[in-house]
């Protein structure tokens, strides 16, 4: 059990940008979540897919912002024409289908938009 | 749509001394409870949850939570704290269905020697 990877584990761009972040969750979870975190608070949902299926988008989740999760395994979520209020740690979790109310959580990208 | 309110947001203990974070919750539905720790510039490890069952809930580190639904509580404690125990702590929430987490804004537990 190697656990959620994310990557870039940091990433600072220029106001306009377009980024792009990775999760790889543990292997055959079968839900995956995205959370953003800003300084001093608690994380807020984004997104989450089960298998290869986005289920559900958060109101936070603007137009700019787009996630996928081709044949169910690894995630990227995409920022378009970054903002310097998109400047966060984007986490990302995944949990099995048998323990689906179990999070496990990667170590974050933290996003710095200058 | 549930919510949760930490209501320390700094929590300064000296080593050894016992230790409660409190926490509630607001819900319309049946929910899951849990506590998370995050270490400086890590994601977040689960501490404990509650799903069902006794409302004494005991996790790992020594760390133990009481569900108490008349007060929408989860209040964490720890007997014994050590130097290690210092991160932020959260509080979190899900339904029963997609189990998307709401976190609570955190508290930030300093242990001192």
């Known amino acids: 059990d190697t656990g959620v990877s994310q990557n870039p584990r940091h990433k600072i761009t220029k106001r306009g940008q377009n980024v792009t972040f990775r999760c790889d969750p543990i292997?055959?979870?079968?839900?995956l979540y995205w959370y953003r975190q800003t300084l001093g608070q608690g994380p807020e949902f984004l997104t989450y897919?089960?298998?290869?299926?986005?289920?559900?988008k958060s109101r936070l989740l603007s137009d700019r912002f787009s996630a996928e999760r081709p044949k169910g395994s690894f995630s990227t979520l995409e920022i378009q024409r970054t903002e310097q209020g998109d400047s966060a740690m984007y986490l990302c979790?995944?949990?099995?289908?048998?323990?689906?109310?179990?999070?496990?959580f990667g170590p974050g990208t933290r996003l710095l938009v200058l | 749509a549930q919510s949760v309110t930490q209501l320390d947001s700094q929590v300064p203990v000296f080593e050894e001394a016992p230790v409660e974070l409190r926490c509630n919750y607001s819900?319309?539905?049946?929910?899951?409870l849990f506590w998370y720790v995050q270490y400086p510039n890590q994601g977040l490890q689960l501490l404990l949850k509650?799903?069902?069952?006794?409302?004494l809930v005991k996790g790992i580190n020594g760390f133990e939570a009481e569900f108490n639904k008349s007060q929408t509580s989860f209040h964490l404690r720890k007997p014994s704290v050590h130097i290690s125990d210092t991160a932020e702590y959260f509080c979190?929430?899900?339904?029963?269905?997609?189990?998307?987490?709401?976190f609570g804004a955190g508290t930030t537990v300093t242990v001192r020697a």
């Open positions: 979790a995944s949990s099995p289908r048998d323990r689906g109310e179990t999070q496990y």
């Open positions: 979190a929430v899900s339904d029963r269905v997609d189990y998307k987490l709401s």
């Open positions: 509650y799903l069902s069952g006794s409302t």
């Open positions: 819900s319309s539905v049946s929910v899951y």
């Open positions: 292997s055959e979870h079968n839900r």
């Open positions: 897919f089960q298998n290869e299926a986005q289920l559900e």
